[in-house]
C-alpha cells in the first residue's frame, strides 16, 4: 500500500494496488469491504446525499450483479461465501441494486464459471459463451471502485457489488472488471456503463479475470 502526499491524505483516502484490494475482498470478506470504502471515502458523502429518497427495490434475478436467494432477507444467506461468485447486494443497503437493461451483460454470464488449481495459482475455467466475449466489444454495468482518490478515472475497477456498502458482501474475481478508459469516467456510487474491447484473463499476474480497455462511459 502506497501512502498519498499530504495534500491527498486530507481527504482520508489511500491508494491500494488491484493485487492487495483483491486479496483483502477475498481473505476478509466484510473487513475488506471496510477498507474499500475507505479508498473511495470522498464518496462517502454522496452516499448520503443521493441515497437518502432512494428505494432499494430488488431488479429481477437475471440482471442483478448479485441475486438474492429467496427467502434469504436482510442478511447475507448462510452458505453464501464471502470473496466468491457474484457477491451479495443486501436488501439494506442504501445504494440501490442495478437496474434491468437489455443493452449490457448481466454479471449472471460473467459469474458462471468454475475455477481450477495450478502451480501458479487458482485460474478461472472460461465457459464457451465467455470465451466468445473475447476481444470484442462489449456493455457492462456496475459500481465503480477507484482505485485513486480523483474526481474521474481512467483506470478502475468495475463491480457487480458496491464495496462501499457496508451491508453487502463481496465477490470473487469473476465479480470484477478491469477497466481502462479511453476518456475519464466520473465517480459515482451510483451504477455506471461502459463500452469498450472486452477480454478474458487466464492467467492474469494479479488475479484478475476480466479486463477492459478503450472504455468509454454509456448512459
Not at 431488479?59 to 448462510?78: F, Y
Not at 478508459?181 to 479475470?209: H, I, M
Request: hydrophobic residues 40%.
Amino acid at each position: 500500500m502506497t501512502e498519498l502526499p499530504p495534500a491527498a491524505r486530507r481527504f482520508g483516502v489511500r491508494c491500494v494496488s488491484v493485487r492487495g484490494l483483491l486479496h483483502r475482498v477475498s481473505r476478509v470478506g466484510a473487513i475488506g469491504l471496510a477498507s474499500a470504502a475507505a479508498l473511495a471515502g470522498v464518496a462517502q458523502a454522496q452516499t448520503a446525499e443521493q441515497g437518502s429518497g432512494k428505494s432499494a427495490e430488488l431488479a429481477p434475478p437475471i440482471v442483478l450483479s448479485s441475486p438474492l436467494p429467496p427467502g434469504a432477507g436482510g442478511a447475507a444467506p448462510l452458505g453464501v461465501p464471502s470473496g466468491s461468485g457474484a457477491g451479495f447486494h443486501s436488501p439494506n443497503s442504501p445504494i440501490a441494486p442495478l437496474p434491468v437493461r437489455n443493452d449490457v451483460v448481466p454479471w449472471s454470464v460473467l459469474t458462471d464459471l468454475t475455477k481450477k488449481t495450478t502451480k501458479d495459482g487458482i485460474v478461472p475455467v472460461f465457459n464457451d459463451a465467455q470465451k466468445g466475449m473475447h476481444k470484442t466489444v462489449q456493455r457492462i454495468q456496475g459500481f465503480m471502485m477507484p482505485l485513486t482518490p480523483r474526481a474521474a478515472h481512467t483506470y478502475f475497477l468495475l463491480t457487480s457489488v458496491p464495496l462501499t456498502c457496508s451491508f453487502c458482501m463481496p465477490g470473487g474475481p469473476e465479480s470484477m472488471i478491469e477497466v481502462k478508459a479511453k476518456t475519464p469516467v466520473r465517480y459515482s456510487t451510483e451504477p455506471v456503463v461502459v463500452e469498450g474491447t472486452f477480454t478474458v484473463l487466464t492467467n492474469d499476474q494479479y488475479g484478475l479475470f476480466y479486463r477492459m480497455v478503450d472504455a468509454v462511459p454509456v448512459k
